[in-house]
């Protein structure tokens, strides 16, 4: 009788003619089982219908076939979550770095919009920071290269150290870490005119090379558009989830529909969306200004099945505090419900997956 | 006696190793004048210290040399212009294709901000309504790949029309011509997942491959970032100018320094800067509530050495007005005298190009 750990060995003879590693190191190969009637197989792609498919389901069947012509072969065939393709996609590249084998990150956050200036950093800000005073250790990583806001809204300006396993992320005065682009500038004014490939090595490099060491949660701030910077962070780094932000406008949610389409696309599991700058209070008569207009979110949030997590003002003190590298001194019960649907959210394990005989 | 004409005869027969075409059909060779002690060239190259100079150099030297010996040559080498380089790199990239030799633009104003959701797209669309009711004839061309706004501002769906001599801008109901990739998608709320190189192909066919015919001002609104959209429209589109837009945060600014950095590195010359969102007005008791903080653009605007064209108010009607694809509709004295100090800057020469013995 052929045992599941016949069949792995033949399985890990299987080298992927482009990456040159075994199928199972490269954790292609989901489970193996011996069921009554034969082997059972759940083979893990990165993507569906990729033309290597069916080299790779042809080889495996053989493979199997070799320790028994007669043993019938179930050979499901699935496609990798977003975490297992970052995973995959790591392996590929060489396995993962000094710095990220010794850390130790229990959720990775993505906040995305698609459109610029709808306060992604300041959400994610506030979500490090709500995070962090629930005694959560909390970094926030900035993807945004080339228009990196979140090291000014904490006040940092000092470039992060070097240690043996790794780049060291600046720490703010709650004990955030942070790394960002403006960081290693040697003036916060300083441009960044890259393309893409470079964007999205230094992305891989704040994730592969800088040493977060144990974190509860590290935010990933986006840029705006779905182009390098999402791409990269999309398929490098394993999300427990995407928060959308969005404004009340539906120019706005156009662009964050392209985002969402884009998670989707990929793979990452959207928590749910946020509606930031819903309206204006004034500060004399105390009337609610809607400055974007009447809100279009719920009716995006429902487009998408998904959640809307809560809606939050254009707050002229916010502005002032992220000026002024206060942030985390701005007091809001607003955004704390807003968090805790967040990390509730994230708990439920997401679906992804679809099966073929 | 030599005659500039034959020097030019001579300097023709250099050939650009990489590019291999010759020095003078390339745009390099900017004057050749005989004067009294020998022959003055002026070579211009694309950026200062390019390795291929001294190579170029020597070169027009020795050439002057073969036609006689003992002439003098005075050879000055200066920088190009943006506009020049964009026309030396389009003649590089196989010179101008036929839709592009069919133009005639008048002048190129790109209205950039490095920062997204401050409102390039309402100030590149007001900017192009106001040129219209002048009735100058207009274009608008949608550098923002990933997360375009201008069809929705205007309230255009179908897609454009080809001809024999290119794809034809949509036009709206003033007349003012329109390419955005939304303008080709299936819907609007589809994502663009592209990398760099397929964001910067797209935009050169928007200059390159569309029927523009006769306008007086195309206006290119450019995407948040310094990556590749804004790279591709600084290299290859020959501009008369650029409109940074901010709002009245320093985080703002700071980013908008970053991008008016990178047009000064390549030599693109900046008109002014608009600010936008400066306050809101309470519709009941009249409070000017400055939302976004106290501006710091005055000042950001005296760093950068440009003029503060404006300041524009966040007014919940204009959202709404691009929510319903009437922008065209909307009625604004404020804008006025921003084109207006557009315009007229954009007429004096801008300064550009080092010298060099």
């Known amino acids: ?7 792995l060995d033949v399985l890990r003879e299987i080298s992927h003619p482009e990456i040159k590693r075994n199928l199972v190191e490269l954790g292609m190969i989901k489970d193996v089982a011996i069921e009554n009637d034969g082997a059972k197989v759940i083979l893990a792609l990165p993507y569906k219908g990729i033309p290597i498919g069916d ?3 042809r080889e495996v069947r053989e493979a199997i076939k070799g320790i028994d012509p007669n043993l019938k072969v179930n050979l499901v065939v699935v496609e990798m979550s977003q975490k ?3 995973v995959f996609m790591s392996e590929a590249d060489g396995g993962p770095k000094t710095a990220q084998l010794q850390n130790k990150i229990g959720n990775v956050i993505a906040v995305l919009s698609g459109k610029g200036g709808v306060g992604k950093s300041s959400v ?23 228009g990196p806001s979140i090291p000014k809204m904490f006040g940092l300006t000092k470039p992060p150290m ?3 396993s790794g780049i060291l992320p600046v720490e703010t005065k709650m004990g955030i870490k942070i790394m960002s682009i403006n960081l290693l500038l040697p003036g916060e004014d300083e441009a960044v005119i890259w393309r893409g490939p470079r964007i999205s090595g230094a992305i891989k490099q704040f994730w592969q090379d800088v040493h977060w060491g144990e974190l509860d949660y590290l935010i990933v701030d986006l840029p705006p558009g779905t182009s390098d910077a999402s791409l990269t962070v999309m398929q490098s780094i394993p999300l427990g989830g995407i928060v959308l932000v969005t404004s009340p406008q539906d120019l706005a949610g156009m662009v964050v529909r392209k985002a ?27 009337m609610r200004i809607l400055v974007f207009g009447p809100s279009r979110s719920a009716a995006t949030a429902q487009q998408l099945f998904v959640p809307l997590l809560g809606q939050l003002p254009l707050d002229p003190l916010l502005a002032e505090k992220c000026d002024a590298g206060e942030i985390e001194t701005y007091q809001t019960d607003e955004f704390l419900p807003i968090a805790e649907a967040i990390v509730n959210r994230i708990a439920k394990p997401a679906t992804a997956g ?3 005989q």
Do not use: F, W
């Open 162 to 164: 070097m240690s043996e």
């Open 260 to 286: 969402a389409g884009m998670a989707r696309h990929l793979g990452a599991p959207i928590l749910g969306m946020v509606e930031n700058m819903s309206h204006v209070t004034c500060p004399k008569c105390g």
């Open 1 to 7: 009788m052929t045992t599941s750990n016949e069949v």
């Open 124 to 146: 994610a800000s506030l979500l490090a920071v709500a995070l962090s005073r629930q005694k959560k250790r909390v970094g926030v990583l900035d993807a945004d290269i080339t």
């Open 84 to 86: 297992e393709r970052a």
């Open 354 to 356: 679809t099966s073929e």
């Open 55 to 57: 080299r790779l389901k």
